[in-house]
């Protein structure tokens, strides 16, 4: 069965996902370490519905894409295999991790390098990571214009609709009144 994700997504933003994938155990009674002879297909769409990404992986793997477009990505994961899932009393678990725009650094590089050098790497990781909340907000200042623009729209076709009922109802309410008054002339109750 397929599981799919929706990540609201900048343009041009690099997102990392990692997973593994665990099988049931009827025997154990628990989820076993790794899914041997298990697989992922990672599909990834645009808000466009174009296909971005789609390839298939092991039991334990990352991913990984750049967005081109701004909005709503699809994430779908779906098993390679259905015979190990029905057999496995249909149940397997997937941790997955999704990261957004951030590279995080590797501790073990850090530690390496001497102070000066790991100094600049942390400045450039702040520099990148400045990048990139700038983007965020000028992705979410796009998306508040086009909301404004849509409830602007909707205000002032709600204000026509008020009128055009109000008209419709007065000139209801004044034939009423001629229907009326021509009703009580003809049967000479005037």
Same mark, same amino acid.
């Given at each position: 069965?397929?599981?799919?994700? &929706?990540?609201?997504?900048? !343009?041009?933003?690099?997102?990392?996902?990692?997973?593994?994938?665990?099988?049931?155990?009827?025997?154990?009674?628990?989820?076993?370490?790794?899914?041997?002879?298990?697989?992922?297909?990672?599909?990834?769409?645009?808000?466009?519905?174009?296909?971005?990404?789609?390839?298939?992986?092991?039991?334990?793997?990352?991913?990984?894409?750049?967005?081109?477009?701004?909005?709503?990505?699809?994430?779908?994961?779906?098993?390679? !295999?259905?015979?190990?899932?029905?057999?496995?009393?249909?149940?397997?678990? &997937?941790?997955?991790?999704?990261?957004?725009?951030?590279?995080?650094?590797?501790?073990?590089?850090?530690?390496?390098?001497?102070?000066?050098?790991?100094?600049?790497?942390?400045?450039?990781?702040?520099? %990148?990571?400045?990048?990139?909340?700038?983007?965020?907000?000028?992705?979410?200042?796009?998306?508040?214009?086009?909301?404004?623009?849509? !409830?602007? %729209?909707?205000?002032?076709?709600?204000?026509?609709?008020?009128?055009?009922?109000?008209? &419709?109802?007065?000139?209801?309410?004044?034939?009423?009144?001629?229907?009326?008054?021509?009703?009580?002339?003809?049967?000479?109750?005037?």
């Amino acid at each position: 069965k397929e599981k799919c994700i &929706i990540e609201d997504i900048p !343009s041009d933003t690099l997102v990392i996902g990692n997973y593994k994938v665990q099988r049931w155990d009827i025997h154990k009674q628990d989820f076993l370490e790794s899914a041997p002879g298990l697989g992922m297909f990672v599909t990834v769409t645009t808000p466009s519905a174009e296909v971005l990404l789609s390839k298939l992986y092991g039991p334990q793997g990352t991913f990984s894409f750049t967005s081109y477009l701004s909005g709503e990505h699809v994430i779908c994961l779906q098993s390679n !295999s259905t015979r190990f899932v029905a057999f496995a009393g249909s149940k397997l678990r &997937i941790h997955l991790d999704i990261r957004v725009g951030e590279h995080f650094l590797d501790e073990s590089i850090v530690q390496a390098k001497d102070k000066v050098n790991e100094v600049n790497f942390r400045l450039e990781h702040l520099i %990148e990571q400045m990048h990139h909340i700038s983007k965020e907000q000028n992705y979410e200042r796009e998306r508040e214009e086009k909301f404004r623009k849509t !409830s602007e %729209e909707t205000n002032r076709n709600i204000l026509w609709w008020a009128i055009v009922q109000t008209l &419709i109802l007065i000139s209801i309410g004044i034939w009423q009144i001629k229907s009326l008054r021509d009703f009580f002339i003809s049967k000479k109750l005037v």
